[in-house]
């Protein structure tokens, strides 16, 4: 009896274990013709763990965007899950989708302030406008940056010194007190200082 009931203790830490392991979603139910990304996800751990950790990161942006409008958080995701199966274009299927996964889970924790954030800062530019900078504790770390009512979501980018923080158009290179912003596709470099 003694060795039924160890048995079963076993089987039941295993089966932890192995949810554990799991993602957040059910991979006995993957068709054969389900995306790559998906079946490589069921078949590794740590892309796994990536998947849910997105999902405890994505409910908790939902709890943040209950008052959205336009409501755009799942369509967001959904544009992402579509993005993600589309790493099987690139060289390295397991990299590219890792990848994709660190970066939605920073964007997240980023627009939607799950994490602790630095700033917001301000930044006055020699066209005069002002550029407001706040930085988010993500992997990889990220900076939302606002100019008028224009928005940008960064991430940071290689840099021999200082922050650099890179958008879809936009960037920003902070150092020394000092930063450079780009503000759009083929923008004029726009030099700026801290404002006290």
């Not at 995701?77 to 890792?98: F, H, P, T, Y």
């Not at 920073?106 to 800062?121: S, T």
Request: hydrophobic share 40%; aromatic share 8%.
């Amino acid at each position: 009896m003694k060795l039924s009931i160890i048995t079963g203790v076993f089987a039941l830490a295993l089966q932890g274990v192995a949810a554990a392991q799991a993602p957040s979603f059910d991979c006995s139910k993957l068709a054969d013709n389900a995306p790559s990304a998906e079946k490589l996800v069921c078949s590794y751990p740590a892309l796994a763990a990536l998947d849910r950790q997105l999902a405890d990161t994505y409910k908790a942006a939902q709890m943040k965007a209950v008052n959205e409008h336009p409501p755009t958080l799942k369509a967001e995701q959904r544009g992402w899950i579509k993005g993600r199966n589309e790493c099987w274009k690139s060289g390295d299927l397991a990299a590219c989708v890792a990848q994709s996964y660190r970066s939605r889970n920073a964007e997240l924790q980023a627009r939607y302030r799950l994490v602790a954030m630095k700033g917001p800062f301000s930044w006055r530019c020699s066209d005069n406008s002002e550029v407001i900078i706040s930085y988010f504790d993500t992997d990889p770390a990220t900076a939302i940056a606002e100019r008028g009512d224009s928005v940008s979501l960064m991430f940071v980018a290689p840099s021999g010194s200082g922050a650099r923080y890179q958008g879809p158009n936009e960037s920003v290179w902070e150092h020394q007190g000092e930063a450079e912003v780009v503000w759009g596709y083929g923008a004029p470099l726009l030099k700026c200082t801290l404002v006290p």
